[in-house]
């Protein structure tokens, strides 16, 4: 089993720069497939990005690729989301979860129902 807790939120103008963070506990961080979901006031959890148990791959949504960087660090047990040219519809609360299926392939790892673990959420706010 593991726990997530997400931190870096915050409020930031459109066209800024934010880095997220998703910090885990347990000894097995490596084993698990790390993906960051987000979700707006009134809309379903969203998809945002996925990376691969050694680091090795990603996927992202389209409304965030170019935009969106995921990293790990297997050594810390952490996972972050860099986030850059910031729009108001970026705005939500972000969640990072970890997945148990690290030998499905990353770019079927788009839906919220593939992971077992999630962590509280943070939220940013983008203003225009």
């Known amino acids: 089993q593991v726990q997530l807790v997400e931190s870096g939120g915050g409020l930031v103008q459109a066209g800024g720069s934010l880095r997220l963070s998703c910090a885990a506990s347990?000894?097995?961080?490596?084993?698990?497939?790390m993906g960051w979901f987000r979700q707006a006031p009134g809309k379903e959890r969203e998809f945002v990005g996925v990376?691969?148990?050694?680091?090795?791959?990603?996927d992202y949504a389209d409304s965030v690729k170019g935009r969106f960087t995921i990293s790990r660090d297997n050594a810390k047990n952490t996972v972050s989301l860099q986030m850059s040219s910031l729009k108001p519809e970026d705005t939500a609360v972000y969640y990072c979860a970890a997945s148990t299926n690290r030998w499905r392939s990353i770019t079927a790892m788009g839906s919220h129902g593939e992971y077992e673990y999630w962590g509280q959420g943070t939220q940013v706010t983008v203003s225009s």
């Open positions: 347990g000894r097995t961080f490596s084993s698990y497939v």
């Open positions: 990376i691969s148990w050694s680091g090795g791959s990603t």
